[in-house]
């Protein structure tokens, strides 16, 4: 139960993180961002997060890297499952063929670099590869706000029972 305590924890200063990425958007809008991907970064935290910690755990590797290496390899790894890469074929020099584009108006992305908002790119231009790794780096650096954080919430939580049982 205080592995739970501590993803959600974690997964709150996250989501933080990720809603002050996009602060050039109205209070509303920052709010809605806040607990709508807020919902997403704690589901994505308990269901790979818990498995992971475990992990770590009974592995006896439980230090403040291995945490955060394991939440930004998931983060970047999660970046790019759920985001969406450029569907441009580019011609071969001297073929005498044209570049063809197919732009996916729900192509998904999360980079705050190159968007003005998260999620389907819609009227925006069309998906880049700037995007795509913008939101690889971008869910490594949430993934490892989260490691880090879990990490300290996961210790303090191991520190304060520690006391506890002082005499």
Known sequence: MTVVKALLKSSLIA???FAAAWLRQPPVEMLRIFIGYGILIAVFSLVLGFP???LV???KIGRWWSYLTFAVATGALLGAILSSH????VPRPGSGEQET?????FAITFSPWTRSQPGFAGENPPIQ???FGGTIAFGAVIGGVLG???WFFYQYRARSEIDKNDP
């Open 15 to 17: 989501s933080v993180v």
């Open 52 to 54: 992971l910690a475990r």
């Open 57 to 59: 755990e009974r592995r």
């Open 86 to 89: 450029p569907s441009c074929a």
């Open 101 to 105: 584009c197919i732009e996916n108006p």
């Open 129 to 131: 590869w700037s995007d």
């Open 148 to 150: 880090i954080s879990f």
